[in-house]
């Protein structure tokens, strides 16, 4: 979605990420749980999922990353909406 958004529209932002966008008060104002998480941050916890072997911690780790998963999607959906409601006739 990100390449439409490019070709398309001039926003108030630095960066048009998923997050610059979706978070940003003006515009979608959607928030991630974990302000911490991210793209790299998601990579890391993967890769300590794969080599933790306590099973506690492990399945903490996985409900984090799902988390930040389904933040993704449900922000991916909502800068969907957004876009439709102001640039779609």
Same mark, same amino acid.
């Given at each position: 979605?990100?390449?439409?958004?490019?070709?398309? &529209?001039?926003?108030?932002?630095?960066?048009?990420? &998923?997050?610059?966008?979706?978070?940003?008060?003006?515009?979608?104002? #959607?928030?991630?749980?974990?302000?911490?998480?991210?793209?790299?941050?998601?990579?890391?916890?993967?890769?300590?999922?794969?080599?933790? @072997?306590? @099973? *506690?911690?492990?399945?903490?780790?996985? *409900?984090?990353?799902?988390?930040?998963?389904?933040?993704?999607?449900? *922000?991916?959906?909502? &800068?969907?909406?957004?876009?439709?409601?102001? #640039?779609?006739?």
């Amino acid at each position: 979605m990100q390449k439409p958004v490019l070709e398309s &529209l001039v926003l108030p932002l630095q960066g048009y990420g &998923l997050k610059d966008i979706c978070m940003h008060k003006d515009l979608v104002n #959607f928030q991630w749980e974990d302000d911490d998480s991210g793209s790299q941050w998601s990579v890391v916890q993967f890769n300590r999922f794969f080599g933790e @072997p306590d @099973p *506690a911690t492990k399945e903490s780790l996985k *409900a984090d990353i799902l988390g930040y998963n389904r933040d993704d999607v449900i *922000a991916t959906r909502r &800068l969907e909406e957004w876009l439709r409601t102001n #640039f779609i006739a």
